[in-house]
């Protein structure tokens, strides 16, 4: 569809919502609520393109002026500068409106699990999934989002073999989906005495937290197993059977939850964990049938790929994606320069996305 049609189907659909609302004495209540939905969301669209046709009418009257040999030279003058004026202006208010007119993610605003692994490195990955961590929590308390911490699972030098959070907030899937992947560090470990240079890996995965609405799960296809949490070491830190480990039976799936005494709270979290993973699971299902659609996107989401290196001698943080680097490692690690990156991954989406629709 050309992007003219395309505006003209949004302008369309805009219209007949408005029709549709000024008879909504026939409508029943979930139909109004579901038109008024559409209509707000079309809204600021609509707006948009009124904008740019306005735009374009007034530079084909400034071309007709100025190409007017009966107009005095002033004039002339005055039209010429107004079309190099508004000439400037219209590209970047269609780009505005080819933006807007993207298909989104309807994981785009929902809340998100982050997951953290500690990968190839033994004790120093641990260490650096930690630092990860630790990044995404500063990151989120920054942009103001809730940052709830559900699992940790230490190693005996302060590291994290695996963590894993709750994070809630406005666009927090769609400002953290590009941070799932393999994480790579190279920097002199703590442990290290002679002071050679390691490369060790963690994984990040970053799942739209999912709602019973959006993932039906059946009891029968669970098996719940309960059992006396454990400590580092196998130490007892609890005196009662209150971790819980959910098997999802159709997928393999498996949850565990343990840092709460309460064996109902410990199932909660697991729910949460487990229907997260299932909406990740079924999203994943489909955009591999669209892998064909999908093929010059901005990574693959797939967590096996090397999506970032940290480089602490160089001090410096390398997006492979988009072969993007910043010399500020600690400003990145702090949460205050993640943007930086997280901005250029998002526009490159969107120019690959527009590059599929011309």
Not at 117 to 122: D, H, I, K
Not at 230 to 259: C, E, M
Request: hydrophobic share 40%; net charge negative; no cysteine.
């Amino acid at each position: 569809m050309s992007f003219e049609a395309n505006l003209e189907r949004v302008v369309a659909r805009h219209r007949e919502l408005e029709a549709m609302l000024s008879g909504a004495n026939e409508m029943t209540s979930d139909d109004i609520a579901q038109v008024s939905k559409e209509l707000a969301e079309l809204a600021p669209i609509a707006a948009k393109i009124s904008e740019l046709r306005a735009l374009q009418d007034e530079l084909d009257e400034a071309l007709a002026m100025a190409a007017d040999s009966g107009e005095d030279a002033d004039m002339q003058a005055m039209a010429k500068s107004e079309v190099a004026s508004l000439s400037d202006r219209l590209p970047i208010l269609a780009r505005e409106v080819e933006r807007l007119l993207l298909p989104r993610d309807e994981a785009d605003e929902k809340n998100a699990i982050l997951e953290v692994r500690a990968g190839t490195g033994g004790d120093e990955a641990a260490l650096f999934a930690a630092d990860l961590f630790g990044m995404y929590q500063k990151y989120a308390h920054l942009r103001g989002w809730k940052f709830e911490v559900m699992e940790v699972s230490e190693n005996a030098i302060g590291g994290y073999r695996e963590a894993i959070a709750s994070i809630a907030g406005l666009s927090v899937f769609a400002r953290l989906k590009f941070e799932s992947g393999a994480h790579r560090v190279q920097r002199i470990p703590v442990t290290e005495s002679g002071g050679r240079i390691h490369t060790s890996a963690a994984t990040v995965a970053v799942l739209p937290e999912a709602e019973e609405v959006d993932i039906q799960i059946a009891d029968k296809d669970l098996r719940i197993d309960i059992f006396r949490a454990s400590g580092p070491g196998g130490q007892s830190v609890n005196t009662t059977d209150s971790a819980v480990r959910i098997t999802h039976l159709p997928t393999g799936i498996v949850v565990s939850q343990q840092d709460e005494k309460s064996q109902h709270k410990n199932k909660a979290k697991a729910m949460r964990i487990l229907r997260a993973r299932l909406y990740d699971f079924e999203r994943s299902r489909v955009d591999s049938e669209r892998a064909e659609e999908r093929r010059g996107q901005v990574g693959s989401g797939d967590r096996s790929e090397r999506i970032r290196t940290y480089n602490f001698p160089q001090g410096r943080v390398t997006d492979h994606r988009i072969n993007r680097t910043v010399h500020k490692i600690d400003k990145v690690l702090a949460g205050e320069a993640l943007d930086e990156l997280v901005d250029a991954l998002t526009a490159e989406d969107e120019a690959a996305r527009l590059a599929t629709m011309s």
